[in-house]
């Protein structure tokens, strides 16, 4: 007698859509943090676009990480198409206030499926949202001490290139408690 392996039933919860949501938020993210780098780039501000270079990279990484815990919990993947990005402003200060606003969302969203998570009794997507939370309190922070930064530059972005290059603004490096991105981090 043979014991053939059962094949995975397929289980799309409600926290397993907001996941698959989540994925199109994290690239659109990346995507807007493309073109913020590429208006500092262009503007000769060389810190300030590494640093939203950098957070593209990592926005794309989190909605990889994503892909993985999906595929990994034999969850069909759809890698969506990302939203328009905004690619026109007038000063430095728009750019940073937009990406704050855009990590305060981004945060709305993981609190979300965290919620939908535990409610759902679903305590290993639960324990998977715990990195995401406290990775956006990182996120948020960083923005606002740049957006803070700014202001206290009163438009003189080279202190604010200083400061960058002076201070360890965001990420402190590899997280080894980071959840693995399909196809690896980049």
Do not use: C
């Amino acid at each position: 007698m043979t014991l053939k392996a059962a094949k995975p039933e397929e289980r799309e919860s409600k926290f397993h859509q907001l996941l698959q949501k989540q994925v199109r938020s994290e690239f659109n993210a990346s995507q807007q943090y493309i073109a913020l780098a590429v208006w500092f780039d262009k503007s000769d501000l060389p810190r300030l676009a590494a640093h939203f270079y950098k957070q593209a990279l990592e926005e794309r990484n989190h909605g990889m990480m994503i892909v993985r815990f999906l595929m990994d919990n034999d969850i069909s993947v759809h890698i969506p198409g990302t939203d328009e990005v905004r690619n026109e402003f007038n000063e430095a200060r728009e750019l940073v206030a937009l990406a704050l606003e855009q990590e305060r969302e981004v945060t709305r969203e993981i609190e979300m499926l965290a919620k939908t998570a535990r409610a759902e009794d679903d305590y290993i997507g639960e324990q998977f949202m715990q990195w995401f939370l406290k990775e956006q309190v990182e996120e948020v922070s960083q923005m606002s001490t740049l957006l803070t930064v700014i202001d206290r530059a009163n438009g003189n972005l080279f202190e604010v290139e200083t400061f960058l290059a002076r201070e360890n603004v965001g990420d402190g490096g590899e997280d080894p408690s980071a959840p693995e991105a399909a196809g690896g981090a980049v």
